[in-house]
């Protein structure tokens, strides 16, 4: 029996580090893009200690042909892909519009929404059909509502929420469904990453450090739980839906 294979991209930290490994023990082939890094070496060992055919696979979003290369090598391993989970996300540039420069502004979009559609497409042809695919996107509170000096940011979750409607309309004809989820507010090295901000670029600075002082935020181990079932078994009825965490 074919074990179902997933692409979990940002998998080497994080919510994505936390989701590859809890799937991996349920049973689950676990393909995890990030790239290259110790950390990343680290979660393949640990992905082959529960699921031998799960595999590291370096990519970087913010880079085409990176994305092309892990295409070819997703390509190699698998006829079918059971599903993708487009977790990698940048927060930087947090810098006001006007003193981001544009290439960070730029890199920022490729990775958060760039690199979902270029990977997307690349295996395409590997999701749906007879069995259903099932993407999911990770979204975010920022793709609602504007943040300061995080134009970059708010811009890419935004579009990402209507990429993923897109692509539910689209792939509602190839048996291929699409859910974004917003993970609520997660302890990872991204909000120790806004914490660490200097005060004059990030205007809501205190905000996030009253967060995390009052112990608001949640674990990563603890979100992949909560985002696991509807990672795996959400519905062609709930395709194009967009969930938040802390409403489930
Ligand atoms: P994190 O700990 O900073 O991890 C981010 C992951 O994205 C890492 O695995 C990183 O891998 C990967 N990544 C970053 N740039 C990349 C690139 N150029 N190419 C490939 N991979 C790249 O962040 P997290 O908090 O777990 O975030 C996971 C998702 O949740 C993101 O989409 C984020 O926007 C979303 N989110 C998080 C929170 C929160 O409170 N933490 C709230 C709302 C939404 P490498 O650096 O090793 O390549």
């Known amino acids: 029996m074919t074990l179902p294979i997933y692409v979990i991209t940002g998998a080497s930290k994080g919510l994505g580090r936390a989701l590859a490994l809890q799937m991996a023990e349920q049973g689950h082939t676990i393909f995890a893009?990030?790239?290259?890094?110790?950390?990343?070496?680290?979660?393949?060992?640990?992905?082959?200690?529960?699921?031998?055919?799960?595999?590291?696979?370096?990519?970087?979003?913010?880079?085409?042909?990176?994305?092309?290369?892990?295409?070819?090598?997703?390509?190699?391993?698998?006829?079918?892909?059971?599903?993708i989970v487009h977790n990698a996300g940048a927060v930087a540039p947090v810098k006001p519009i006007k003193g981001a420069t544009g290439g960070a502004w730029a890199r920022s979009v490729h990775v958060n929404l760039i690199g979902v559609q270029a990977l997307t497409q690349?295996?395409?042809?590997?999701?749906?059909?007879?069995?259903?695919?099932?993407?999911?996107?990770?979204s975010s509170g920022a793709s609602l509502r504007p943040v300061g000096s995080w134009s970059a940011y708010c811009v890419s979750k935004a579009g990402l929420d209507m990429w993923s409607r897109c692509m539910a309309e689209e792939g509602q004809a190839h048996n291929?469904?699409?859910?974004?989820?917003?993970?609520?507010?997660?302890?990872?090295?991204?909000?120790?990453?806004?914490?660490?901000?200097?005060?004059?670029?990030?205007?809501?600075?205190?905000?996030?450090?009253?967060?995390?002082?009052?112990?608001?935020?949640?674990?990563?181990?603890?979100?992949a739980g909560q985002l696991i079932p509807l990672v795996t078994t959400h519905s062609m009825e709930q395709s194009g839906q967009r969930f938040d965490v802390r409403e489930l």
């Open 33 to 83: 893009l990030a790239r290259p890094s110790e950390a990343l070496d680290e979660v393949e060992a640990l992905l082959q200690s529960s699921s031998e055919d799960s595999m590291s696979i370096e990519c970087d979003l913010a880079d085409l042909n990176s994305i092309a290369a892990a295409s070819t090598i997703i390509k190699a391993n698998a006829s079918f892909i059971s599903g």
């Open 122 to 138: 690349q295996i395409y042809h590997l999701l749906g059909g007879e069995q259903q695919s099932r993407i999911t996107t990770i």
């Open 176 to 223: 291929i469904s699409s859910i974004a989820v917003a993970p609520g507010v997660v302890d990872t090295g991204m909000q120790l990453e806004i914490r660490s901000t200097p005060s004059e670029d990030f205007p809501s600075l205190q905000s996030f450090i009253d967060l995390h002082e009052q112990g608001q935020l949640v674990s990563s181990a603890a979100v």
